[in-house]
């Protein structure tokens, strides 16, 4: 190969961004003449190692844009320790059908029993599918919604969160809303409502809804949305934190009270 050719094909590797092959090329160029590799299995090579780092980087980019406060992933969930989970029902999601059709999926139930584990772990397969994520605690979403609101930007800002294929609302219920909360909230849900899809995560059964968002109404248009394309994940079991806890107990000798 010329000089002139070796260098048009170094600057179109980098003018069409083949960053991977560039990198890989002159090693592969002299393994591949060693080895009389033909052009065919050549090209299949190259573009097939530059796809792979581009699935690579690109989801490595739509981790650091979803924004988790932790990354676990399903494989990392203990099962057995949460038998009221239905492993069918996580193996469902698994299919990214609940993107698809646009639907919902809600965890419901008592601190440390693994809900934000959970959806993480759905959203980091939604993320291998190449759909984008965003997580967002429920607190801060409304504070954000709230600011947007006074700076007269509120209807940018739910376009924004209207966007992803999946948003994470974490930890509804925690705190209650007040009235221009849970009207702001509303307004989000409507917005993605058969759009996108939703997660969202509650330590409050549906039934004292009305009283987080301090409108029976309001919760109830908020429920009828959410649950209208909805999985329903209810966990009934002990707090794995607490599981940990006691296990460090014993393993130290100490009482666990
Ligand atoms: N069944 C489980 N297997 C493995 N780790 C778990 C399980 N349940 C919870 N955890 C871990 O316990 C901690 C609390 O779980 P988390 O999902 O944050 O609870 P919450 O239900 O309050 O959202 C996290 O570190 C999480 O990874
Ligand atoms: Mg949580």
């Given at each position: 190969m010329s000089t002139i050719m070796y260098e048009r094909l170094c600057a179109n590797l980098e003018r069409l961004k083949l960053t991977k092959i560039a990198m890989v090329l002159d090693n592969y160029l002299e393994r591949a003449n060693k080895e009389d590799t033909s052009i065919i299995e050549a090209l299949d090579y190259l573009i097939e190692t530059e796809r792979s780092y581009k699935d690579e980087t690109s989801l490595i980019m739509r981790v650091n844009v979803a924004g988790f406060p932790y990354r676990k992933t399903l494989e990392d969930f203990d099962f057995k320790f949460q038998p009221s989970i239905d492993i069918k029902t996580i193996n469902e999601l698994k299919t990214m059908r609940f993107i698809h059709n646009k639907e919902n999926v809600i965890l419901l139930g008592?601190?440390?029993?693994?809900k934000t584990h959970l959806a993480i772990g759905i959203a980091q397969e939604v993320l291998r599918n190449k759909f984008s994520t965003y997580y967002i605690n429920c607190h801060k979403l409304v504070t954000q919604l709230n600011k947007a609101e006074y700076e007269n930007k509120l209807e940018i800002k739910l376009k924004t969160l209207s966007k992803y294929k999946l948003l994470i609302i974490d930890e509804v219920g925690y705190l209650p809303f007040d009235k221009q909360g849970a009207n702001l909230f509303f307004q989000l849900i409507s917005k993605r409502y058969e759009k996108n899809s939703i997660i969202l995560t509650s330590n409050k059964g549906f039934s004292d809804w009305g009283e987080i968002f301090g409108d029976n109404t309001v919760a109830s248009a908020i429920l009828d949305r959410l649950l209208h394309h909805s999985t329903v994940i209810n966990i009934k079991g002990e707090s794995y934190r607490l599981k940990e806890r006691k296990k460090v107990f014993t393993m130290i000798g100490g009482d666990n009270k």
């Open positions: 008592p601190p440390g029993v693994g």
